[in-house]
Structures are given as C-alpha cells and as structure tokens.
C-alpha cells in the first residue's frame, strides 16, 4: 500500500513560535491581582478528581504513601471547596496529587502565569502516539468498511 504524504500546514506555527509569541505578549507591566489563580487552581484540582478512576479516599492514601504523610479525604475536600477560604493546597503535595490522579493539568496551569510550559515525559508521549496509532487504525478501518459498502451498492 502506498503512503500518503500528509500536507504540511505552512501557517500552522511551531512550538517555539508558540513560546516567543506569549514571552512577548508577557514582557509588559501585569495588572494587580493578575496572579490571583486561587479559583482556577481549585477548579483544576477537582477536575483531576472527577477524571481520575480513583476515589478521593484513594486519591489521599496514595498520596500519604507517596509523600511520607498523612493526607486525609478531609483534606482534599478542603483544599477543593470555595468556601474554605482559609484552607490552600500546599504545593509541597502536588507532585504526589499529580501521580495519584495520573493528570498533571494542575501543575500546567500553576506554570502558564509565568510562561513555565509543562511538557509530559518520554513514557507518556510514547502512549500518546500508541492512542493516536490506535485511532488511525481504527478509522482506517472504519474507512475499508464504508468503502466495500459503497461498491456493494453501487454494484446492484
């Protein structure tokens, strides 16, 4: 079977164009209060909880094994709620969140402020393209399918 080159989109920009345009977008003065991320961060960490296959008990006990200490649901449910103003997620607990819930989206947000990119690792890039090869294959095959359909109609 012949391959078929895939068209390169010349205005697609690339990575470090990507990075120069927000260093520059980033240069000026920031507004007061431009750093206050307090409800997005929350909203990221609950977030991960809700996509995570883990329960918020399971989510705190994977974290205590991971950091030494002890984190309760409690805690979480804390660290979470907009109510509890006085109650933040200490950072000292993010990596151990991260790797519990298997989404490191919390950590990106906390960089993107000050142009910090997050950029996943060998293993999860490598099981990313796995998903996308999966995918390919299987719309190609759905593909075969809907071809073969069409001859058999066109042939009656």
């Known amino acids: 079977m012949a391959k078929i080159k895939q068209k390169i989109d010349i205005n697609q920009a690339s990575l470090f164009d990507i990075l120069k345009n927000y260093q520059e977008e980033n240069t000026c003065s920031r507004p007061a209060g431009s750093f206050d991320i307090d409800r997005q961060f929350r909203e ?9 296959h883990l329960s918020r008990w399971q989510v705190a006990a994977r974290m205590s094994e991971l950091t030494g200490q002890e984190i309760t649901k409690t805690m979480l449910d804390s660290w979470t709620a907009e109510s509890k103003e006085g109650h933040r997620f200490p950072a000292i607990f993010l990596p151990a969140f991260c790797e519990a819930v298997g989404c490191s989206e919390p950590i990106r947000m906390l960089g993107k ?18 998903r996308i090869e999966e995918e390919i294959t299987r719309k190609q095959t759905e593909k075969r399918k809907r071809l073969v359909f069409l001859k058999e109609m066109e042939s009656k």
């Not at 990221?44 to 995570?52: D, M, V």
């Not at 402020?113 to 796995?130: D, K, N, S, T, Y």
């Open 44 to 52: 990221a960490i609950s977030q991960a909880l809700k996509i995570s």
């Open 113 to 130: 402020p000050v142009g910090v990119f997050v950029l996943p690792g060998p293993e999860a890039l490598r099981a990313e393209i796995q």
